[in-house]
Nanobody, 127 residues
Framework: QVQLVESGGGSVQAGGSLRLSCAAS????????LGWFRQAPGKGREGVAT???????SYADSVKGRFTISRDNSKNTLYLQMNSLKPADTAIYYC?????????????????????WGQGTQVTVSS
């Protein structure tokens, strides 16, 4: 059974940092592509960062230079290091996974709909 479990969310002041983790199980982790998405109150889901099986990454313009996505295939875990957090980063953050080539090799990796999703973790940034 495929399962994605996020952790590491919380409340932080603007300028602070958080590290999100996503533990995955139920698939061949090293071969899948992974991503972080977020949804703020009253807004649609937004792609934040993705990482392919070969380590290729993509970032939303709003987080470039502040967030870093990484994966540890030996631990089946995905990470999102978030620095210089802003109130606009407040959202529920979801990790997602897929294995399909048309998803993982998409020219718009932040805009596709992944097959598997975690339950989400809340990130709140206060000014």
């Amino acid at each position: 059974q495929v399962q994605l479990v996020e952790s590491g969310g919380g409340s932080v002041q603007a300028g602070g940092s958080l590290r999100l983790s996503c533990a995955a199980s139920g698939f061949a982790y090293s071969t899948i592509c992974l991503g972080w998405f977020r949804q703020a109150p009253g807004k649609g889901r937004e792609g934040v960062a993705t990482i392919r099986s070969d380590g290729t990454t993509s970032y939303a313009d709003s987080v470039k230079g502040r967030f870093t996505i990484s994966r540890d295939n030996s631990k089946n875990t995905l990470y999102l290091q978030m620095n210089s957090l802003k109130p606009a980063d407040t959202a529920i953050y979801y990790c997602a996974a897929d294995w399909r080539a048309y998803i993982c090799l998409s020219a718009q990796p932040l805009g596709v709909t992944y097959r598997y999703w975690g339950q989400g973790t809340q990130v709140t940034v206060s000014s």
